[in-house]
């Protein structure tokens, strides 16, 4: 028998998410460019009960975060899948002493790059 005990939310860092239509609303763009954003690694997201759902820092100004594309096909290419790419954003990283999102959010992208292309040696 299944038992939750010991069992986590390995996205439970994610400080807020946000839906296909919020971001389209967020983006000032049809719910079908949305949805191609994220299969064109633009926008990362993952299905949480069965609802596509998107890191909503991945949208900073009404745009995608320039940074996010290619630390997403990095981590991709590494051999992570998306909601292992997200934990891996959202986890704490010693030697940035910070999330690598928020070392993109504070435009560290050659960084987090270098440490994401680690991840695939």
């Not at 609303?25 to 069965?50: A, N, Q, T, Y």
């Amino acid at each position: 028998m299944w038992q939750s005990c010991g069992v986590t939310d390995s996205l439970a860092n994610v400080s807020a998410w946000i839906t296909v239509p919020e971001a389209a609303d967020l983006l000032g763009e049809p719910l079908g460019r949305v949805r191609r954003l994220v299969e064109e690694h633009s926008l990362i997201g993952v299905k949480r009960d069965g609802v596509l759902m998107i890191p909503a820092d991945c949208i900073q100004n009404g745009e995608p975060l320039p940074s996010i594309r290619g630390t997403i096909l990095v981590l991709l290419d590494s051999g992570f899948s998306a909601e292992g790419a997200i934990e891996w954003l959202y986890s704490d990283e010693p030697t940035l002493g910070k999330t690598p999102m928020a070392a993109l959010l504070d435009g560290q992208k050659t960084q987090i790059r270098r440490l994401a292309q680690a991840l695939a040696l």
